[in-house]
């Protein structure tokens, strides 16, 4: 039965496929889109067609960029290119960005290996980092998987698939993490950092 | 610093502006947008131009509808337009439709009395109201406002404001909720159960 307008309804089940948000907030999110001042609400739609529009993967590292040609990352005179850390998710370029540490080039898997959600090597953008190594010019290929278990695996994977280049294949450290209590971190962790130890 | 594409950053801070969004679950909302297929993305976007553009209040009972003219409900020849059910938002009017006892028209005031969020009686539709009751033909109307402390006084200020009319004005009956346990109900609603207990 049909007890709102028709466009409030689709409007509702638009928001309720998106990832988190069940019918009671796609109502709310509904109602609120339509309290909006016409131009506010437009904007919206015109940033959801422009995103869809503009934004695409970079044909060298894979992660999302905008206009022709490379990323800001891939096309800076300023990083190492010698250097490339393969992360599964554009956020966690953001990520690695934001501690302002790493001055190499990435390459965005858009994903992870895991038989579970059928997802296998080729729905990732594996080809295309294995073409850039062969290419040469790489020294070193840092993973930087989430510390997971499909991670790991991935990054075992890749490792695997990079080893006939004589490429330099690193992993980021485990360990405890800063301004956390030893009494918080769990098992793995703390046996990851005890193998890790380093001589002060 | 700008990580994002601004494509991409924009759409993320219009998420972010929706209620109950932060910026974390906004750049969840935002990517998953990106990862829909052309066309879904661009029915949403015409999602929201389409409610903005097509939906309005009813001139009647001012609940959201489409089109020309009044709602489906103030249009239908088989609801009572003597009784007028006086509710604060177009989702109680959902609520109370979805229980198929209630025959009569509507009312929608878009809020209620609020002076801790400057919400007053010139803000809600209350001036409508009380020319559809001054116009005649209404014999009762039903305040159905939530049961809350500005519901309440919403609905004690309609009611001194509709007296002058010699209508009938009441207020949907307290109690313990169908289905729950004495033991989980408050003070106050076994209070008014108690109060308002009738004959079997």
């Known amino acids: 039965m049909q007890y709102f307008p028709p466009a409030l309804e689709n409007l509702v089940e638009h928001f309720a496929k998106l ?8 109502q709310r999110l509904a109602f609120h889109v339509l309290s909006l ?3 506010e609400a437009s904007a919206f739609a015109q940033a959801i067609l422009e995103a869809k529009k503009v934004i695409h993967c970079c044909p060298v590292c894979q992660n ?4 022709e040609g490379p990323c800001a990352i891939c096309a800076s005179q300023k990083r190492d290119r010698s ?3 393969v992360v599964a998710d554009p956020k966690d370029v953001v990520a690695m960005e934001r501690s302002r540490e790493y001055g190499g080039v990435y390459h965005v898997l858009h994903g992870v290996i895991s038989p579970m959600n059928r997802v296998g090597p080729d729905d990732l953008h594996i080809r295309s980092l294995v073409e850039r190594v ?3 010019g790489v020294a070193e290929v840092i993973m930087a998987t989430n510390p997971d278990t499909e991670g790991e695996a991935t990054a075992m994977y890749l490792s695997r698939l990079l080893k006939p280049f004589q490429v ?3 992993r980021l450290a485990y360990g405890i993490p800063v301004g956390s209590h ?3 971190a769990d098992d793995a962790t703390l046996m990851r950092a005890l193998e890790g130890r380093r001589e002060i």
Chains 1, 2 share one sequence.
Not at 19 to 26: E, M, R, T, V, Y
Not at 64 to 67: D, F, I, M, P, Q
Request: one cysteine or more; charged letters at 20%.
């Open 37 to 39: 001042p016409e131009e």
């Open 64 to 67: 999302l960029t905008e206009g």
């Open 134 to 136: 062969a290419a040469g």
């Open 19 to 26: 990832p988190g948000i069940g019918l009671k907030s796609a």
């Open 168 to 170: 330099k294949v690193t």
């Open 83 to 85: 250097t490339v850390c």
């Open 182 to 184: 030893l009494e918080y």
